[in-house]
């Protein structure tokens, strides 16, 4: 039992390690910063303002190439179907690092990604409103993977190119883990209020490459769930802010003992 035990810690912890192919974090456009990540309750929140751009920056860890499916509000950003793994995504070369800045039109350009109120969100606009507030990324290793050698360690890479895949192979969608019955309430109390629109168009060129999948799942499946500031702090992801204090006011009790009025 015990060797059973060890060894089932074991292979945990190596798939974990594994998992862990390509870093995904959001990127305030307008102000330039990288929006802090909050864990939550099993779930990575983060804060957006609405109004702003921003974009999914994805990093690959791994001295392969790997394939990225990206879902934003449950669909697709290349096709715009809604999302599963098994569908068309980015691929990014070894240690690579892109920033996806909107939905794609065409292999020249993308709609602009912008936090905007739910029901202007795109997802809602196309009927699908269940799954926003949510970026994830599914990421799929190389069947025949090509060994970068020349890569000892990452290198800086700005504006890294994307590319779409050529062909999707079919792949069950993954499944997501049930909430607990606390989680549940607290949506239920606190609908989402933030969404992701379809902005402006902006030129975003890609090129097509061939990759075939090495496993029909994904190897990594990671998500980001999102809100405005105010939705998170009702939920109790950041601490509710105390109300200023102000001395100018009067008070029924001040500090201090009684003093001898002025004159004796």
Same mark, same amino acid.
């Given at each position: 039992?015990?060797?059973?035990?060890l060894?089932?810690a074991?292979? #945990?912890a190596?798939?974990?390690?594994?998992?862990?192919?390509?870093?995904?974090? #959001? &990127?305030?456009?307008?102000t330039?910063q990288?929006?802090?990540?909050?864990?939550?309750?099993?779930?990575?929140?983060v804060a957006? %303002?609405? /109004?702003?751009?921003?974009?999914?920056?994805?990093?690959?860890?791994s001295?392969?190439?790997?394939l990225?499916?990206?879902?934003?509000?449950?669909?697709?950003?290349?096709?715009?179907?809604?999302? !599963? $793994?098994?569908?068309?995504?980015?691929? #990014?070369? $070894?240690?690579?690092?892109?920033?996806?800045?909107?939905?794609r039109?065409?292999?020249? *350009?993308?709609?602009q990604?912008?936090?905007?109120?739910?029901?202007d969100?795109?997802?809602a606009?196309? /009927?699908?409103?269940?799954? &926003?507030?949510?970026?994830?990324? =599914?990421?799929?290793?190389?069947? @025949?993977?090509v060994?970068?050698?020349?890569?000892?360690?990452?290198? $800086?890479? %700005?504006?890294?190119m %994307? !590319? *779409?895949?050529? =062909?999707?192979a079919?792949?069950?969608?993954?499944?997501?883990?049930?909430?607990?019955?606390?989680?549940?309430?607290?949506q239920?109390?606190?609908?989402?209020? +933030? /969404?992701?629109?379809?902005?402006?168009?902006?030129?975003?060129?890609v090129?097509?490459?061939?990759?075939?999948?090495?496993?029909?799942?994904?190897?990594?499946?990671?998500?980001?769930?999102?809100?405005d500031y105010?939705? +998170?702090?009702?939920?109790?992801?950041? $601490? @509710?802010? @105390?109300?200023?204090?102000?001395?100018?006011?009067?008070?029924?009790?001040?500090?201090?003992?009684? =003093?001898?009025?002025?004159?004796?």
């Amino acid at each position: 039992m015990l060797r059973t035990l060890l060894f089932a810690a074991t292979l #945990l912890a190596a798939t974990q390690a594994q998992a862990a192919l390509v870093d995904v974090d #959001l &990127v305030d456009r307008d102000t330039g910063q990288w929006l802090p990540e909050t864990p939550f309750r099993g779930d990575i929140w983060v804060a957006g %303002a609405p /109004g702003h751009r921003y974009a999914v920056r994805l990093t690959n860890t791994s001295g392969e190439r790997v394939l990225v499916v990206l879902s934003v509000d449950g669909v697709n950003a290349v096709t715009g179907q809604t999302a !599963r $793994p098994s569908q068309a995504g980015y691929v #990014l070369e $070894p240690w690579q690092s892109t920033e996806i800045a909107g939905w794609r039109k065409s292999m020249d *350009d993308v709609a602009q990604f912008v936090f905007t109120d739910l029901p202007d969100s795109y997802a809602a606009r196309t /009927g699908r409103p269940r799954n &926003v507030g949510v970026v994830g990324i =599914a990421v799929f290793q190389e069947a @025949r993977p090509v060994t970068y050698y020349e890569y000892d360690a990452p290198p $800086p890479i %700005a504006n890294g190119m %994307a !590319r *779409d895949e050529a =062909a999707p192979a079919a792949a069950a969608p993954a499944q997501s883990r049930a909430k607990s019955a606390a989680e549940s309430s607290v949506q239920r109390q606190q609908p989402q209020r +933030l /969404g992701t629109g379809h902005g402006a168009r902006e030129w975003s060129r890609v090129e097509r490459t061939d990759f075939v999948r090495a496993t029909r799942s994904p190897t990594q499946v990671t998500q980001l769930r999102y809100d405005d500031y105010n939705a +998170l702090v009702s939920i109790g992801v950041y $601490p @509710r802010p @105390r109300p200023p204090y102000w001395h100018d006011t009067p008070r029924a009790f001040p500090s201090g003992f009684v =003093a001898d009025p002025p004159g004796g």
